[in-house]
């Protein structure tokens, strides 16, 4: 029996996680959960999964969590994060969206743990920080449906050429639609995976896919890094040998898949998901990087180093949540990105306080522009 932690409980990826445990109860226990916000959600889970060790990032709802589970030990703050992070369980599943995932992340790493990692800017912002903890001791199985093909396709392998990570393009790629005037109700509604809202417009800008580019650069070593737009979703990355030959990892779209594998490595388990079958027509096409500009935008800010992938994320996320509040266009979101990263002078980006300085200091000048 696997006991696990789920930080970031009640968003996309920590309630599929919870599916995985509901349908497989003799394989996982769950110890620990903690979450944002959502204190109901959280209670409920709480009684479901018979836990005692709770955590809640907003400190306005402890109390309404401590009076709903006298029995339960409930942590608060910063410390649904760390806490959770550092509790006696064999998987963390990292699952929430934002920075604040890479406190999480070193807590569990200082703790020696095995993350089961679906937050992106652990790594995009502080993947100095992360690789510096994880040469010590602890483990990163990537989640993100990408990093998990790539990690399966390097299994057995001493030496690679390149990666080529897949995009399905989002909702825009191919279609003759004015990106100034998309609404976000547009583009959050993703042809192929049901994600959170900022996931779902990074997906539309392609910036998802910059931030996944800066995200195998550290868990995989390397700046060798290109993408393909592949419309379908069912490869979902590659990785090129020195001899021409290409592997690559193949499934329908289903998040469960890179989550269950993370809990089972390194077993594929046997589980009743969706088996992909043939025949099946599948396409692949070059980039449009005139439209589409944000991966190169991230390659850029991945080969210059230092903090300007820190930079890069900040102004991202601060452009895409004044899109979500309908105050810039949709177009806007990467222009001020590149105008955070033009204006911005490198730094380094190689401990916590400092990157979180430089990421607050950037949302917020963009935030208010
Ligand atoms: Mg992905």
Redesign the pocket.
């Known amino acids: 029996m696997k006991k696990l932690a789920i930080i970031g409980c009640t968003g996309s990826i920590g309630s599929q996680t919870l599916d995985i445990v509901r349908a497989n109860k003799s394989e996982y226990n769950v110890v620990a959960l903690s979450c944002g916000t959502n204190d109901a959600a959280l209670v409920s889970l709480a009684k479901e999964f018979n836990v005692n060790l709770l955590g809640i990032h907003d400190k306005s709802k402890c109390g309404a969590v401590k009076r709903a589970l006298p029995g339960a030990s409930v942590v608060c703050g910063d410390a649904a994060l760390t806490e959770i992070a550092a509790c006696d369980a064999d998987i963390i599943v990292v699952a929430v969206v934002g920075m604040i995932g890479l406190k999480a992340v070193v807590s569990a790493l200082k703790n020696k743990k095995i993350i089961a990692l679906a937050n992106k800017e652990s790594l995009v912002a502080g993947g100095a920080i992360v690789n510096k903890l994880l040469s010590k001791g602890g483990e990163i199985r990537p989640v ?3 990093h998990s093909a790539v990690w399966q396709a390097l299994m057995g392998e001493k030496a690679f050429k390149r990666i080529i990570l897949t995009a399905s393009g989002g909702p825009f790629w191919g279609k003759d639609i004015a990106l100034d005037a998309v609404t976000p109700e547009q583009a959050v509604a993703h042809p192929n995976w049901k994600m959170g809202k900022k996931i779902s417009v990074d997906s539309a800008t392609m910036m ?1 896919k910059g931030l ?1 580019i800066i995200e195998a650069r550290w868990l995989f070593n390397t700046t060798a890094i290109d993408y393909v737009i592949h419309p379908e979703s069912v490869v979902h990355s590659m990785v090129e040998f020195d001899d021409g030959s290409i592997k690559a990892q193949a499934s329908y779209a289903d998040m469960r898949l890179p989550i269950q594998y993370a809990l089972s490595y390194p077993l594929h388990a046997k589980r009743s998901y969706k088996p992909l079958r043939l025949p099946l027509s599948l396409n692949f096409f070059n980039p449009d990087t005139a439209r589409f500009p944000a991966p190169e935008l991230a390659k850029k800010a991945m080969q210059e180093g230092g903090d300007a992938a820190v930079v890069l994320n900040a102004a991202n996320e601060a452009a895409v949540r004044l899109f979500l509040e309908n105050k810039i266009k949709f177009t806007d979101i990467i222009s001020r990105v590149k105008t955070a990263l033009d204006e911005h002078t490198l730094g380094k980006a190689d401990d916590i306080d400092t990157v979180f300085d430089t990421h607050n200091r950037v949302y917020e000048k963009i935030y208010s522009m």
């Open positions: 993100d449906s990408e998802n996944e």
